[in-house]
């Protein structure tokens, strides 16, 4: 179990320098150093200099003067036969919470930075996600239609034993990494995240733990908690709820006694008293959100959720190539800081070729921890 936590805590760590990398202040780099909004001369601007190479997918960059978004009049080196998208049409694998938030926040980031002209939602719950992937996978000849994924989906494939292909899908980009919260209503009697586990060490069925889909994110961190604590994760009373609103309901309700979710599920909540957190999976402690760490707290566990895009099958090669440049662009914006900002996630950024590799490494990877956890 402690390797599980290792590798989580590598990955962590990994984030966190991506993010830093990827939101620092650019400065002036020559063609051979170039990505996509550094800086460049004027000099270089005025001949249309070319970095070979240097973009997604090697791809070329281009110093130019920006046409549009953030970056607007500053000479950078960019894409320069990117063209806006008009509009997304996403599948959403879950109802609303975590997945739709996640693809709002790139909409709006993309929208902001002109990029896009406007997007629309599909929801589509369901075993883990099967289901919304299934439905994706029918869509045809519609090359701006997108399916946001993560963790809770190919977990989710494994546990309810899909035969679907994600990659029969065409990878887009893994845009972060989140944290999951553990949180109990402010009238519950848990103050620390010890406290709730000698409960359960003790009667590991006797507090209904609300979480997302069967083998999804929530139900693996709340598992590889279990096992850090020795205590078997088969037996806990874990609630599958399809979203990160209907655990927060069930527990104001106190249909449920413990909720586990992506820490900007209960933001508002913990802010406004209603919910107290016990517990973050994260290596550090999340800015402006109340919370100890599990390792902080003796738990040697650290885990978190990645999210992503994927696009049809049918996805021509042009089409293909802009839509990458147009989300490259989006994650050294302003406008995506601003989002990881406000939901406390990492810049963990991995696009077109380099994103299908992290999947087909990552998805015999998470297989595994499923089989360790018995779901």
Not at 82 to 100: E, F, H, M, Q, R
Not at 164 to 171: F, R
Not at 265 to 291: D, I, N, Q, T, Y
Not at 346 to 365: T, V, W
Request: charge should be positive; include cysteine.
């Amino acid at each position: 179990m402690k390797s599980f936590a290792r590798i989580g805590a590598a990955v962590a760590v990994a984030a966190m320098l991506v993010s830093s990398v990827g939101l620092s202040q650019a400065a002036i780099k020559p063609a051979y150093k170039a990505m996509v909004g550094d800086d460049c001369t004027a000099a270089a601007a005025k001949i249309g200099k070319v970095a070979k190479g240097r973009g997604v997918d090697g791809t070329d960059l281009t110093c130019l003067v920006v046409p549009n978004g953030s970056y607007k009049g500053l000479t950078k080196w960019w894409y320069k036969d990117v063209k806006a998208l008009k509009n997304i049409d996403w599948t959403v694998p879950a109802n609303p919470g975590g997945y739709s938030l996640t693809s709002s926040a790139i909409s709006d980031a993309l929208k902001a930075e002109e990029l896009l002209g406007d997007y629309t939602s599909s929801f589509k719950p369901g075993a883990g996600g099967s289901v919304g992937l299934a439905a994706f996978q029918e869509i045809k000849g519609k090359p701006e239609a997108a399916l946001v994924v993560g963790i809770a989906l190919t977990g989710g494939m494994y546990s309810n034993k899909s035969t679907l292909n994600l990659l029969s899908s065409t990878p887009i980009a893994k845009v972060l990494r989140e944290y999951d919260a553990i949180v109990v209503p402010a009238s519950s009697k848990y103050r620390t995240l010890n406290q709730l586990m000698d409960d359960l060490k003790a009667k590991p069925n006797g507090v209904a733990i609300a979480g997302g889909s069967k083998g999804g994110i929530d139900h693996q961190v709340i598992g590889l908690l279990a096992q850090t604590a020795g205590i078997d994760p088969t037996k806990l009373n874990y609630v599958v709820f399809s979203g990160g609103p209907e655990v927060v309901t069930s527990l104001l309700s106190n249909s449920t006694q413990v909720g586990i979710s992506g820490s900007a599920e209960f933001a508002a909540f913990v802010a406004s008293g209603k919910l107290r957190v016990l517990g973050v999976s994260s290596a550090k402690k999340l800015s402006g959100f109340k919370g100890k760490t599990f390792v902080s707290q003796g738990y040697d566990l650290v885990y978190g959720n990645w999210r992503g895009i994927m696009a049809p099958a049918d996805l021509s090669k042009a089409d293909y190539l802009n839509f990458i440049k147009v989300i490259d662009i989006m994650h050294v914006s302003p406008s995506w800081k601003a989002q990881l900002v406000k939901n406390n996630w990492d810049n963990e950024f991995a696009a077109g070729m380099d994103f299908k590799s992290f999947l087909e490494k990552h998805i015999p990877e998470i297989n595994g921890v499923m089989k360790g956890l018995g779901i």
